[in-house]
């Protein structure tokens, strides 16, 4: 592969990986879609999910993603494992999924925020 974005597809991303990765990333943008209009951008080590910005980043592990949200505030949560500030109101929080049943009310609530956050 290229050095830039050139020639990077979603499908890779899923290469040598269990099948329930993908299962769970296809929920997961289902789920998404249901907000409105986004686009996948395949990154070398990542997809971003984008509204008119990037609202979420997914990157596929062996037998899990790891997903982190755009939010606007610190989301307290014991499935949240890494938070990080990036400016005065914008927040990147990762979420270990390791099935579509992760994907749930909780997960929802904060991707619409995000998907809003992002348009």
Known sequence: MSSGTQGLSVNAHFLGKDPVVRKTYDELLKTIKRFGKTVEEPKKTSIHIVNKSALAGVAARKAHLILTIKSDRK???SRIHRS???SSSRYHH???LS???DIDDELIGWLKAAYLLSG
């Open 94 to 96: 990762e979420v270990k």
């Open 75 to 77: 989301l307290l949560s």
């Open 84 to 86: 990080e500030r990036t």
């Open 99 to 101: 099935s579509p049943t």
